[in-house]
Each structure stands twice: as C-alpha cells, then as structure tokens.
C-alpha cells in the first residue's frame, strides 16, 4: 500500500480519484493490476474518464485487454475515441480490429489512425498492401512515418529503392527520420557502393537512419 501511496503522490493523483477511478473499473471488468497500470501514470484521469464513458461502446468490437493497451499510452483516450470513430471505415478497406489496434496503440496513436485514413487509397494506388500500411502506421510516430512515405515515394523510387526496401525503412520507430537522412544525403550514399537492399537492411531497426550515419562516417574515415 505504501509503494501505491508514493506513486499516487509522485504522479499527483489524489486516494479519492484513484478509488473512484479503480472501483469503476473494476465494476466494467477490469482487474486491480489493470487499473492500477492505467491510472497511475502522467495525465491519466482524462484518459480513463474516456475509457469509462466509451466502453460499452468499445466492449462491442474490443476486448479488455485491447481497449487497455490502447489507453495506457499517452493520448490513451484519444487512441480510443479514433478506434472508435474509424472502425467501420477501415473495416470497409479491408483491416480487421486486430490492425486498427496495432495502429492505434502507440503514444499518439491516434494520430496514426487519421494519416492512414487521409493517405490509405493514394498508399495502394502506390503498389502498398493493407499489410504494409498497418506495419508502417503501427509504430509511436507512424503518422509521421506514412506521411514521409507519401512525400518521397518517387525520390526513393528513383534511386532504386523496392516497395519492400521502403517498408523496412519506414516500418519502424524513426522511420520518417531514416527516410529523411536517405534523401538528404543521397551522393554520399552512393558513393558508398552500398546497394539499396543493403541500406534497407541496415535501416531496419528503429532509429535506422543513426545505424546508417554510423556506417557513412566509417567508410569516409577509412576511405581518407
């Protein structure tokens, strides 16, 4: 109990709130671990109030444990509320619950929801698969990641990157700045000899632009 007191205090919630907020909960399902994950965090309150008012909405299409990983993050409340909104629309083109929450379930994850919403048609005209799409989106700053996509799609192309190349690339924490750093530094790049399958490679991982730089900067020091 005191280990719960300290954290209440360090995050500023009051015993009161805690107890009401665990109580309902509780009541919709929820168990103790749960709810005690879910309100003992930063800005908390707003995103459990939305859990509480929206479940019987959510508990339609989502199970407890989907609707808490989508509020557990930062935005939480947000994340539920676009689910919710967009469901039947994603559907629609093709993705099942288990995508959207792959998508949604991510500090700012709701932002993700809206760009695949905004670029979703314009992506599969590009060659993209609905697979494709959720692995670029589901990640924290998809939205940016698909919207990099979108804006250097036929810079990449140019330079020979494969469909499958700028997926890894993108599909990953980051993914906007790796796609970004390519972009920016395309002579050193190909100068490198390094083939673009090889730098998709190397890019694949989050912060891939990082392992890239690392590599560049090696090879000039070694080639000086």
């Not at 954290?7 to 909960?25: A, G, P």
């Not at 199970?63 to 629609?92: C, E, F, P, W, Y």
């Not at 140019?158 to 997926?167: N, S, T």
């Amino acid at each position: 109990m005191n280990g719960l007191l300290e954290k209440l205090k360090k995050y500023n919630i009051s015993q009161d709130r805690y107890h009401e907020q665990s109580q309902k909960l509780i009541e919709l399902g929820f168990t103790q671990e749960v709810a005690e994950k879910l309100i003992v965090k930063r800005s908390s309150e707003k995103s459990v109030n939305t859990l509480i008012e929206y479940f019987e909405v959510a508990s339609k299409f989502l199970s407890h444990q989907q609707m808490a990983s989508l509020v557990k993050h930062n935005g939480g409340g947000n994340n539920l509320l676009s689910t919710i909104t967009h469901k039947d629309t994603l559907r629609q083109r093709g993705l099942t619950d288990q995508d959207i929450v792959k998508m949604a379930a991510s500090n700012g994850g709701s932002k993700n929801i809206e760009s695949v919403m905004a670029h979703y048609d314009a992506l599969l005209k590009m060659g993209f698969a609905d697979q494709d799409i959720v692995k670029m989106a589901a990640n924290i700053g998809g939205s940016k990641n698909i919207e990099s996509v979108m804006a250097h799609y036929d810079a990449l192309q140019k330079m020979g990157f494969a469909d499958q190349d700028i997926i890894k690339m993108a599909a990953r924490h980051g993914g906007t700045q790796t796609i970004e750093y390519i972009i920016e530094n395309q002579s050193s790049i190909a100068e490198s000899g390094l083939s673009c399958s090889d730098i998709a490679t190397k890019c694949n991982a989050n912060s891939g632009h990082a392992r890239l730089k690392a590599f560049l900067s090696r090879k000039v020091s070694m080639d000086a």
